[in-house]
């Protein structure tokens, strides 16, 4: 996928993103003007407002280098190349695969948790999670989740007296 | 001066103490660990402040921000691979340092420069934000309306090569921000009928996301599976000479290190700059004006301070326009104001007129952990060199887990780890597409105000936006805010432009070629 094409979905996402909330949700989700002040919507109109400008002088920019036949140089981060593997910026192809392989697994600690408890839902989470990144030392992970899963719960429970989600273990 | 005595006093207490002195610790420890850099750590660690007085929590996070900074030069020396992106300078001339087998000389010179960086800075601090805050103090909804759009289009620019983006990313945080309870009616907007989003998305599991949640996603996407295997503690030479920083070595470098303090206090002051900026600015000034240019990036001791001394005098500066003008000016200060507000208080001027003792205690616990990282950094500076070696293996589980229960700690609701999950998915997409999340979050912490200084203005007003015209302060911001919109655009059109004529000559000479 050439650059172009990724940046004007992306544009063309954020003005559709736009349009839902001037035509439904701020019209919808937003109370009435109470006859004083500014109305409730002004700031959330202006925010979607400044977005879909945006969005729409980037479509612009896009097709206008589009039709000329131009293509845009592959993006670059800020700083320097070492600054790059710290954070701030990293363009780059959408790994939906690898998003999905710690996305999952963190969804269903959230659903799994209530009904399980905090003890099997996270002592189960923190195996998959090592599996999906790479380990294969067993002995190591299952040692691992145990230390991290007793570490918080000892610390949540005892250090600020927080309940822990889900039902309690041996309830 | 009862205020100032009882705040400093309060600083003292052991307990304030404790959280510096563990804030501190905990900094340069994170920091030096590549992936995890200052702003991350505190978002990582404000559910814990929760639990804590005011002055504690500000202080353990300042400790750990002022930490942090220092221990980025540690991997950045050791590894060439900095914690945090401002070190990123101090590995061009420290990494050499550590080949020659002058590791652990680099490491004193990197210490000593940012304490000096760091201890200069606060003392700037200290001396001007309460005069300034004085003057601010005359300001009025119209001029802090008109001061925040200032900000907010300046912020716009940091993090990303676009002002399109970055001001997308803005208006996405300001609609972020609105969600919750309507300020003028005490209604519900923007809900979608969910009572968990009644108060207002939570900070904690926003930040959470944005900062560390979608980092550690891209940082898997590079991880192989193997850890590198280096170790720290084989670039330590045995030779004294090569271990200790001597005093003639290191105010052979004064007027860097001055003139590094310098730069960082001017770039940390303006929003919208930060730490990265001003140290590659410095080193570039230092070796502009060096009698030894030829030996920058070989393994220059100058090269480090420079680096050093700039980016940790950020730290102390990027609070004179929080304190005086309730502003962020980078992301690690946004993560401070919201702690901050987690405690009841709105930075800003105000804060020296409402909290004096508390500001003076800041003031002393901003001192006392300059001291603790000198210190720390000097008796533990092996130690810390360990937290290198941690294996990737073990640290991606324990900074995931991490995250989900510091996301669950703060209101201690489940509701708020699915929202954490949201916006790390979110600030995945944003780093991928080069959208600020920077400009994300500071357009979600300022909104409040924002809308606030605008009902003002709109009720005082009775409606009429002449207003703006007749307080001139407020008309010059608002036409500052248009000039810096009109500028950037304007110069990325430029910048677009010689690009293509440097092609464009380029290819025409390789045709004569």
């Known amino acids: ?171 | 001066m009862e205020m100032i005595l009882a705040g400093l006093l309060d600083s003292i207490t052991p307990a304030s103490l404790m959280f510096v002195f563990a804030g501190v610790a905990i900094g340069v420890m994170i920091g030096a660990i590549p992936g995890i850099n200052g702003p991350m750590a505190i978002a990582l660690f404000i559910p814990i402040t929760y639990y804590m007085s005011a002055l504690t929590a500000i202080g353990f996070l300042v400790g750990l921000n002022k930490g942090a900074f220092f221990g980025g030069a540690i991997s950045a020396v050791l590894l060439r691979t900095p914690g945090t992106p401002e070190a990123a300078a101090t590995s061009w001339d420290g990494y050499p340092l550590t080949q020659q087998g002058k590791g652990e000389k680099a490491l004193r010179m990197a210490l000593y420069s940012s304490v000096a960086g760091d201890v200069i800075s606060t003392g700037v601090l200290i001396a001007i934000a309460a005069p300034l805050a004085a003057v601010a103090l005359f300001m009025g909804p119209a001029e802090i309306f008109a001061l925040i759009s200032l900000a907010l289009t300046v912020i716009a620019g940091i993090g990303t090569n676009s002002i399109c983006r970055g001001l997308i990313a803005a208006g996405l945080g300001l609609l972020a921000g609105t969600i919750g309870t309507e300020p003028v009616t005490a209604l519900p907007r923007l809900t979608f009928d969910v009572y968990q989003l009644g108060g207002g998305l939570s900070l904690i599991p926003v930040a959470i996301g944005l900062l560390a949640f979608s980092e550690i996603l891209i940082q898997l996407e590079r991880f192989t599976g193997k850890d590198s295997g280096e170790h720290a503690a084989n670039v330590f030479s045995a030779k004294r000479e090569d271990r200790l920083l001597s005093l003639k070595e290191f105010f052979a470098n004064t007027r860097t290190l001055l003139r590094g303090s310098a730069i960082g206090i001017f770039v940390g002051a303006m929003p919208g700059l930060g730490a990265p900026v001003a140290s590659f600015m410095s080193y570039d000034q230092a070796m502009k004006r060096s009698k030894h240019k030829e030996e920058f990036g070989k393994g220059r001791l100058e090269g480090i301070g420079a680096s050093e001394s700039a980016n940790s005098a950020v730290v102390g500066a990027s609070l004179i326009p929080l304190f005086v003008l309730g502003i962020p000016g980078n992301l690690a200060v946004a993560m401070l104001m919201g702690a901050f507000m987690i405690h009841g208080m709105q930075p800003g001027p105000l804060m020296f007129k409402e909290n004096a003792q508390l500001m003076y205690g800041i003031y002393g616990s901003l001192v006392i952990a300059s001291l603790f990282l000198a210190v720390i950094g000097r008796f533990g500076l092996r130690l810390f060199c360990k937290a290198v070696e941690i294996p990737a293996m073990m640290l991606y589980p324990i900074v995931i887990f991490t995250c989900i229960m510091g996301a669950y700690l703060g209101r201690s609701d489940i509701f708020d780890v699915g929202v954490m999950l949201i916006f790390g998915v979110i600030g995945y997409f944003m780093r991928k597409f080069d959208f600020s999340y920077v400009a994300f979050l500071i357009g979600f912490i300022l909104v409040p105000e924002w809308e606030r200084a605008l009902q003002q203005v709109v009720i005082i007003s009775e409606n009429n936006p002449n207003m703006f015209f007749e307080r001139p302060v407020a008309m010059a911001l608002m036409a500052l805010t248009f000039f810096v919109i009109g500028k950037t655009f304007w110069s990325n059109i430029k910048a677009g432009r010689d690009c293509r004529a440097a092609k464009a000559k380029a290819s025409a000479q390789a045709k004569d070629g």
């Not at chain 1, 996402?13 to 109305?39: D, E, K, N, R």
């Not at chain 1, 392989?101 to 999670?129: C, D, K, N, Q, T």
């Open chain 1, 1 to 171: 996928m050439t650059r172009i094409l990724r940046e004007t979905i992306a544009n063309l996402l954020i003005v559709g993103f736009c349009f839902v909330m001037l035509i439904w949700a701020i019209p919808t989700y937003t109370p009435p003007h109470p006859g004083y002040g500014a109305s409730p919507a002004l700031v959330a109109n202006v925010a979607v407002g400044i977005m879909m400008v945006m969005a729409g002088l980037s479509l612009v920019r896009l097709l206008l280098a589009r039709f000329a036949g131009k293509t845009l140089p592959p993006a670059e981060g800020q700083f320097p190349e070492e600054a790059q593997s710290t954070g701030f910026t990293q363009v780059g192809r959408v790994n939906l695969p690898h998003l999905g392989r710690f996305i999952i697994p963190s969804v269903l600690l959230v659903v799994v948790i209530e009904y399980l408890g905090y003890v099997p839902a996270a002592f189960a989470f923190l195996m998959v999670i090592q599996y999906f990144i790479g380990s294969r030392k067993w002995l190591q992970m299952t040692v691992l989740s145990i230390i991290l899963v007793a570490v918080m719960y000892v610390i949540m429970r005892y250090g600020f007296g927080v309940p822990v989600p889900g039902p309690e273990l041996f309830e």
